[in-house]
């Protein structure tokens, strides 16, 4: 089992550093915010690990 990588993780903050501002303006936009963080690492932990 592969472990998380360093570039998944910045690729991730990056999405969530872009997207932050627009979803915390909402009540449940940190949560949200969460989620879709949560997500793209395990959809490119996914891709690189088929790859």
């Known amino acids: 089992m592969n472990t ?3 570039t ?3 690729l991730s903050v990056l999405l969530a ?3 932050g501002p627009v979803l ?3 009540k449940k936009g940190l949560l949200l915010l969460l989620l879709i963080l ?3 690492i ?3 932990h ?3 690990t088929i790859y």
């Open 4 to 6: 998380i990588s360093i």
């Open 8 to 10: 998944e993780i910045v």
């Open 17 to 19: 550093g872009a997207l």
């Open 24 to 26: 915390l303006r909402r």
């Open 38 to 40: 949560v997500c793209t």
């Open 42 to 44: 395990l959809l490119l």
């Open 46 to 48: 996914g891709v690189t």
